[in-house]
């Protein structure tokens, strides 16, 4: 199919410009002016915003976790992905024990292939290093899969050494180490002291996992990646004193990078006082305001690099698990389908520039990831394309998300300016509210970070 974008303006991380897109087999194969190509159909952007797709770095989908499986298939999270304007997904598989890393990845490869609505990429979620384990990361990074999560919470979680390790390796192999940075020793304690004081409502998740036990985690995760001069990718970005500890790194040129969520930019910890508090219920959790300032601050600086969204939906019936004990609440929320859109709805507010928005949701993302055909509409890139209509007033409803999520922590917001098409490599896949797209049109994309 060819088809040519018309009369709309280009965003892309550094500037805005009135220009025409023409597309053929799933690639951008020419921008300018007034173009007018034989055989191509006109789709009319006027008025509209026409963007990069973005790539949504950090998703779990139907991962096992909190005694049952996050409610997103691959499809539901993809197709959730393509309506909110995310053409590129990254999940997250948990590694088995005793299993090679690029195992791990050719196992859940065979589950996502048949169901991606958008095109899909991995992070290996790292749990075993013992005998050969370690070596097998190389292979990973061959297959096209780089990049390696640790968890420094959980019951999954690796110890001190086997993060020490895991990042020693990934300098040797062209890889990045990515960390959730909690302190898992405050947190038991601070759970146990909780519950044996009979407070077991959903703030005292907040109260168990507070500001300073995810800084305590940021700032020894750095000082590691310092030591050993590796870099290292911080995840979920929450609170005041890890942004602080981000931005004395960058100052001194360590290759630290940031990420944080649209949930931690748009609630504070007062959620957790609702009566629905248990759906807010995600790890790291909201924090207060002061940290929620931080971090907008930082975006603005340009002390966090990218936004993702930790989607990782549960239903309500297993969230109801924890009413009456924080610890049985599965953590995670849904949200794919609304950074985008909740990002650029910020800069249409003012809070920042549309440009700044396409950065950390799809410029920086391709490019500190290695999704070298994504993250900007430029030839030769595929066409991964959203057209945003600036005026359309959305708000956030269950009703009109497109996950198998029966509830949104984002119910009643409201967003100034929508995504009206997604084009996933040329496809319609997203038009005026309607999914379009189909099981099977996302492929892997295999990366490399050299
Ligand atoms: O609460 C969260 N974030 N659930 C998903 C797993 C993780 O920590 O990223
Ligand atoms: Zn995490
Ligand atoms: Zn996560």
């Not at 190389?138 to 999954?156: C, I, L």
């Amino acid at each position: 199919m060819q088809f040519v974008i018309k009369n709309g303006t280009i965003v892309s991380a550094t500037e805005m410009y009135q220009a025409d897109v023409a597309v053929a087999d799933g690639k951008i194969v020419a921008i300018g002016k007034d173009l007018s190509l034989e055989g191509y159909d006109v789709v009319d952007a006027a008025g509209k915003l026409v963007l990069p797709g973005a790539l949504d770095v950090h998703t779990h989908l139907a991962m096992p976790f909190g005694g049952t499986i996050s409610s997103d298939d691959y499809f539901a999270g993809t197709r959730a992905a393509a309506c909110g304007g995310t053409t590129t997904v990254f999940d997250f598989i948990l590694q088995d024990f005793d299993e090679k890393m690029v195992d791990a990845v050719k196992r859940r490869d065979a589950l996502c292939a048949p169901d991606a609505a958008v095109d899909y990429a991995f992070h290996v979620g790292v749990k075993d290093v013992s005998g050969d384990l370690l070596d097998s990361m190389e292979e990973a990074v061959e297959f096209g899969v780089p990049t390696f999560k640790v968890f420094m919470v959980y019951d999954f979680g690796v110890s001190d050494g086997v993060f020490y390790k895991v990042l020693q390796k990934s300098k040797e192999i062209g890889a990045r180490i990515s960390v959730h940075a909690e302190n898992n020793e405050m947190v038991n304690m601070l759970v146990e002291k909780y519950i044996s004081e009979g407070k077991t409502s959903a703030w005292y998740h907040y109260m168990s996992r507070p500001e300073f036990v995810e800084k305590e985690a940021d700032e020894r995760a750095i000082s590691w990646a310092k030591e050993l001069n590796a870099p290292l990718y911080i995840v979920h970005l929450a609170n005041k004193g890890g942004v602080e500890a981000v931005t004395k790194a960058k100052d001194e040129g360590y290759e630290i990078y940031a990420e944080t969520c649209p949930q931690y930019l748009h609630f504070t910890n007062e959620v957790y006082k609702r009566e629905d508090g248990r759906n807010f219920v995600c790890s790291p959790p909201m924090k207060g305001q002061e940290s929620q300032d931080a971090i907008w601050d930082a975006i603005i600086r340009g002390d966090i690099d990218t936004v993702a969204t930790d989607h990782c939906p549960f239903q309500s019936y297993e969230k109801d698990w924890g009413k009456d004990d924080f610890r049985k609440i599965p953590n995670g929320c849904a949200g794919v389908e609304n950074m985008y859109p909740y990002m650029l709805s910020m800069a249409n507010k003012g809070k920042i520039s549309f440009q700044k928005a396409v950065e950390l949701c799809s410029e920086n993302p391709a490019r500190l990831f290695g999704c070298k055909d994504k993250g900007s509409l430029s030839v030769g890139k595929d066409a991964d394309i959203v057209i945003y209509d600036k005026d359309k007033e959305f708000t956030i409803s269950v009703d009109n998300m497109h996950s198998d999520c029966d509830h949104t922590i984002w119910e009643g917001a409201e967003l100034k300016g929508y995504p009206v098409q997604t084009y996933s490599k040329g496809r319609l896949v997203f038009d005026n509210g309607e999914f379009l797209g189909e099981r099977g049109w996302g492929k892997f994309v295999k990366r490399s970070l050299k």
